[in-house]
């Protein structure tokens, strides 16, 4: 079965999420477990958390991811910026173990031009200092689109980072956005091949799943809904058809124009291999 979702809303209680992303059809989704744009933890009510826990049993909505917010960067060089990443980061993870939440997806970050491998050591070093903490869940490390100073946007970026973290319990999130941006046609069968030979498909454990507003290596991380950006139905299309790629989960982060239940037709239709769009 097919696991296709959205990033959804948790206003008003976290648990009012799955019954979000059912209205909107989803199979999985994605959300933030805070303020994504402030760095202070919410305090989550015992019964909210009892009430996220049951749905996650009741309702078939799965994996549900949350993601890191905006503000933390553990790749950087600022001590007291790293310091705060990593407590925010240790936060997130209490959160997720509370509610029983698989994924945590995080940003690489910047390493704000002190080079990529000042960077990775940084990123390493974060991870290794909550590797203890993670319990049952996992970190996914999401690629960048090739923003300026940012790491992990190329396959050796990541393949150097899988070597340098080197831990069971963190693996990939690859954005479909991302990778075109910095340089990857899904729509081209050989670089998916070399993605795979680089990283391995098997190292990925989600994909957000979006379209690129702007050309092939534009470095802009601009979503688009499915089929309406550069990459469209057709590079869509090649990149469902490669060996594995429809086994694992898809959360869309798209533009909130246009119905979720139509965009999820699409791409459910795209992973099936006979669109009719």
């Not at 989803?26 to 744009?37: E, G, H, S, V, Y």
């Not at 980061?89 to 491998?117: P, R, T």
Request: hydrophobic share 40%.
């Amino acid at each position: 079965m097919l696991r296709l979702g959205y990033h959804v809303s948790i206003a008003n209680g976290i648990s009012l999420a799955f019954d979000r992303a059912k209205q909107e059809g989803c199979t999985a989704m994605q959300i933030f477990l805070t303020n994504p744009r402030g760095w202070r933890i919410s305090y989550i009510p015992e019964e909210e958390i009892a009430a996220f826990v049951e749905k996650s049993k009741s309702f078939d909505i799965k994996p549900v991811v949350a993601h890191m917010p905006y503000l933390p960067n553990l790749a950087s060089p600022n001590k007291s910026t790293f310091s705060k990443s990593i407590d925010s980061l240790k936060a997130n993870i209490y959160i997720c173990n509370k509610l029983g939440i698989k994924y945590l997806v995080a940003h690489l970050g910047s390493h704000l031009g002190e080079g990529k491998e000042k960077g990775m050591k940084n990123l390493a070093e974060a991870i290794s200092s909550v590797e203890d903490l993670l319990g049952n869940t996992m970190i996914l490390l999401e690629n960048e689109a090739g923003q300026r100073n940012s790491i992990g946007s190329s396959m050796e970026d990541l393949s150097e980072i899988r070597r340098l973290v080197a831990s069971k319990n963190v693996a990939f999130c690859l954005d479909t956005c991302h990778l075109f941006a910095a340089g990857y046609d899904l729509g081209n069968r050989k670089v998916l091949e070399r993605i795979d030979r680089e990283i391995g498909f098997k190292n990925v454990y989600l994909f957000h799943l979006n379209d690129a507003k702007y050309e092939l290596g534009s470095c802009l991380d601009r979503h688009e809904n499915i089929g309406l950006g550069c990459i469209g139905t057709k590079g869509f299309s090649e990149f469902f058809a490669y060996k594995g790629i429809n086994s694992k989960p898809f959360i869309m982060e798209t533009p909130e124009a246009g119905s979720g239940v139509e965009e999820i037709r699409i791409a459910t239709a795209l992973a099936s291999g006979t669109p009719k769009l």
